[in-house]
């Protein structure tokens, strides 16, 4: 599977939208991107996944970018708990889940 | 609760001792897997299963070992760690071998071992 790039930290105040970027240059025709999130000392939680087409569902929304080398994923008002690592992974199904080191994302009040 | 529901949440154990962890799902999945995540260090995968079958054993040393007896329950036997052993143990279910619906972590077992 394809390695992504995330940076290591971000913040962001409660009530802004909070917009995680994540690089994936090497992404093949058949993997997806997967973004899972933990809460310290938590096990990881299944966020949102896309193949090509900018995607949302009740937690978040992922905007691929055409070429799919890259996505951003969007908490839209983000609040105290979604204090958390994020995690983008490009993922085939191939193999099983890998994770990186993800970005820590700390919301500010 | 996500439905993986591990136990025992927090375990302490000596070099010599015996103990096992576990992971139970009921969530009609059929891929379950054990990960390791030491301080500040990303998840590592240990072992997967897929129809109660070991599909991948991660060069995980032999001190750890696994057991699947049907798609609901898994095990983590332990014998004889050592103290870098200590860590958060998660297990996580999938609906197949695959894992494009995602998978589900369970809130973990944080283990020391003294």
């Known amino acids: 599977d394809a390695k992504t790039t995330q940076p290591p930290s971000m913040d962001c105040a409660e009530g802004r939208a909070a917009n995680l970027p994540c690089n994936h240059s090497?992404?093949?025709?058949?993997?997806?991107v997967y973004w899972y999130r933990q809460i310290h000392s938590q096990g990881p939680q299944y966020i949102i996944h896309?193949?090509?087409n900018n995607e949302t569902n009740e937690m978040a929304s992922l905007i691929i970018t055409e070429d799919r080398k890259s996505s951003t994923l969007i908490l839209p008002h983000a609040t105290l708990r979604d204090t958390a690592v994020y995690y983008c992974?490009?993922?085939?199904?191939?193999?099983?889940?890998?994770f990186g080191k993800g970005t820590r994302l700390s919301v500010i009040a | 609760e996500t439905g993986v529901t591990q136990t025992p949440r927090h375990l302490v154990m000596g070099m010599t001792n015996k103990k096992s962890l576990k992971c139970e799902q009921h969530?009609?999945?059929?891929?379950m897997y054990w990960y390791k995540q030491s301080a500040k260090k990303p998840l590592e995968l240990m072992f997967v299963?897929?129809?109660?079958?070991?599909?991948e054993n991660n060069s995980v040393p032999s001190r750890f070992s696994p057991e699947c007896p049907n798609s609901s329950h898994l095990f983590l036997h332990l014998h004889t760690l050592q103290p870098e052993d200590s860590a958060l143990y998660l297990c996580?279910?999938?609906?197949?071998?695959?894992?494009?619906?995602?998978?589900?972590f369970g809130s973990g077992t944080r283990l020391t071992v003294v």
């Open positions: 896309g193949l090509k």
């Open positions: 969530l009609g999945h059929n891929a």
């Open positions: 299963y897929n129809f109660k079958e070991q599909t």
């Open positions: 992974i490009v993922f085939s199904g191939n193999t099983p889940l890998v």
């Open positions: 996580a279910s999938s609906q197949d071998g695959e894992g494009f619906y995602g998978y589900t």
């Open positions: 090497t992404i093949s025709g058949n993997e997806y």
